[in-house]
């Protein structure tokens, strides 16, 4: 199941990029070198400007979301039991800052991080030979902190896909499991404590300058601790399940501080037009 998610999205993300590094490359030969975050060529078409914008290359963002647990479980034809497990939906919020590099990046233009809490939820039914069903579910919600580097492929003025990697620290603060059954004798549960990779890919807006909002959805790709053979998964009575996060970013830059007066040859007039550049 995660091998088939991790090929799917990989394959989504290089025909994404292979679109947007066509459309970008036709307009650079016009346009000389139009980074996302560019400081040279048209500066004015960039994502980002540190020059024009009156936006400093720093600021904060907010994302609600929701979150969905897709369970699987391995593929036995010798038992005599059949396993259904199944997500619920959840709640994903989290605050934090971002930081521009000032100086133009060829794969990485930003980082960003922040602390949030997420609610996961799920529930295996087991089903005997006999028709006799029994169902166990859990519930927790998990404090986080996390750190992403992010790469800008650029569409448009307005438009341009956002993709990180980035690692995630949870710690449960409530919940955890219910219901649980011992008749199969392969349960598992997941610890308090997880460190998680993790991967996203978003749809990125530029309503105006200093202000960008970005759907983004959101998986681990390898638990490092607790350590199972690089599957990201949570563990679950005797299934496993995927996270998948679907948040919405909105981010703003901090304005600029006023710009000193500048003044004509002869001293005396400012020039407001060259402030505003």
């Given at each position: 199941m995660i091998q088939k998610l991790v090929i799917s999205l990989s394959?989504?993300?290089i025909t994404l990029n292979g679109v947007a590094q066509g459309g970008i490359s036709k307009r650079n030969k016009i346009r000389n070198d139009r980074s996302p975050f560019s400081t040279t060529g048209d500066r004015g078409q960039a994502i980002y400007s540190h020059s024009r914008s009156h936006f400093r290359p720093f600021g904060w963002h907010f994302s609600p979301g929701i979150t969905y647990m897709v369970g699987y479980t391995k593929e036995d034809e010798d038992k005599?039991?059949?396993?259904?497990?199944?997500?619920?939906?959840?709640?994903?919020?989290?605050?934090?800052?971002?930081h521009v590099f000032k100086r133009r990046k060829k794969v990485f233009h930003y980082f960003d991080y922040s602390l949030?809490?997420?609610?996961?939820?799920?529930?295996?039914?087991?089903?005997?030979?006999?028709?006799?069903?029994?169902?166990?579910?859990?519930?927790?919600?998990?404090?986080?902190?996390?750190?992403?580097?992010?790469?800008?492929?650029?569409?448009?003025?307005?438009?341009?896909?956002?993709?990180?990697?980035g690692l995630n620290l949870d710690y449960s603060v409530y919940?955890?499991?219910?219901?649980?059954?011992?008749?199969?004798?392969?349960?598992d549960f997941q610890q308090s404590f997880l460190t998680q990779l993790h991967y996203s890919i978003g749809w990125g807006i530029k309503p105006r300058d200093g202000f960008f909002i970005i759907p983004t959805l959101k998986t681990?790709?390898?638990?490092?601790?607790?350590?199972?053979?690089?599957?990201?998964?949570?563990?679950w009575f005797s299934s496993k399940y995927q996270p998948v996060i679907f948040s919405v970013k909105f981010a703003w830059l901090f304005v600029k501080r006023d710009c000193p007066a500048v003044y004509d040859e002869n001293g005396k007039k400012s020039s407001e037009s060259y402030q505003n550049m």
């Open positions: 394959i989504v993300f005599n039991y059949d396993l259904k497990p199944l997500g619920t939906p959840g709640y994903y919020l989290e605050i934090g800052l971002e949030g809490i997420k609610h996961f939820g799920g529930q295996e039914k087991l089903v005997l030979e006999d028709g006799t069903e029994t169902k166990s579910n859990f519930n927790f919600g998990a404090a986080f902190a996390r750190i992403d580097i992010h790469n800008v492929w650029q569409l448009s003025k307005w438009n341009f896909i956002d993709q990180s990697i919940g955890g499991k219910e219901n649980t059954y011992t008749n199969l004798g392969t349960e681990p790709i390898l638990t490092a601790w607790n350590w199972r053979n690089f599957n990201p998964s949570h563990r």
